[in-house]
Structures are given as structure tokens and as C-alpha cells.
């Protein structure tokens, strides 16, 4: 099932692709999943922006920024930023693209594992 959130008056599905993610990640100018990490799950309002604009625009052609921020100004109003950040949050990691780092026994999350090398990583002198 997808992740929906609803703004405007009408229903966006979050879905998160590789472009969207790097536009996202451009925009904010830190990897998201750190951004997630430091920032407990909790993006602040212009992040938002910047997370909800590839995605949402896909789907309406006729929304602009100004518009976005808008519908995100009366969401905030009519609700709260953390039921805002929840759906973005949920998307993200949904899309496969950001590995969850594991919890440490303190509570902080543990890096991601690096990737394991492969032959082909290997160059044959």
C-alpha cells in the first residue's frame, strides 16, 4: 500500500524514485538518510518543501512552490508538522533507496554497513 498524504484538497501518493531522491538530497545539501538520522525523523518546514516538491509536482502540473507551501502552511495549521513529517518519513524509507541504520544499545542509530566489496570492486593488476 502506498503512502498517501493530502494537501490542498487533494491526495498525493509519496513515492519516492531515484530522481526525487536526488533532487531532495540536492536541495537539502546533506544525505537524507543522516538528515533523518540527526534530526530524529523531525524535518524542518523548508525541508519539507524541498522533500514534498519532486514528488508532489509529478502529479499535478499546475502546483508551484508557492502553492505547495501554502497547502503545507494550512496542514501544519489544521494539524501538526509531525503528521506532516510521519507520510515523508515512512515514503523514504519505503522507497528502498535509504537503508534504516540499526539502533545501538544507547538509542542512537549505528551507521549504515558499508557495502560489501564484490571481485568486480577488485582490479587485477
Do not use: C
Not at 525541508?47 to 496542514?75: C, M, N, S, Y
Amino acid at each position: 500500500m502506498a503512502t498517501t498524504v493530502e494537501l490542498g484538497g487533494r491526495t498525493y501518493e509519496l513515492r519516492y524514485g531515484f530522481r526525487e531522491l536526488r533532487e531532495a538530497e540536492r536541495g537539502i545539501d546533506k544525505p537524507l538518510l543522516s538528515v533523518i538520522v540527526a534530526q530524529r525523523s523531525m524535518f524542518t518546514i523548508d525541508q519539507l518543501v524541498l522533500l514534498l516538491w519532486p514528488v508532489l509536482r509529478r502529479q499535478h502540473a499546475g502546483l508551484t512552490i508557492r502553492k505547495l507551501e501554502d497547502a503545507i502552511e494550512a496542514f501544519v495549521a489544521e494539524q501538526s508538522v509531525t503528521a506532516l513529517n510521519a507520510p515523508v518519513v515512512e515514503a523514504l524509507l519505503a522507497s528502498g533507496l535509504l537503508v534504516r541504520p540499526e539502533p545501538t544499545p544507547d538509542g542512537d542509530a549505528a551507521p549504515a554497513p558499508a557495502r560489501p566489496s564484490t571481485p568486480a570492486d577488485s582490479s587485477v593488476s
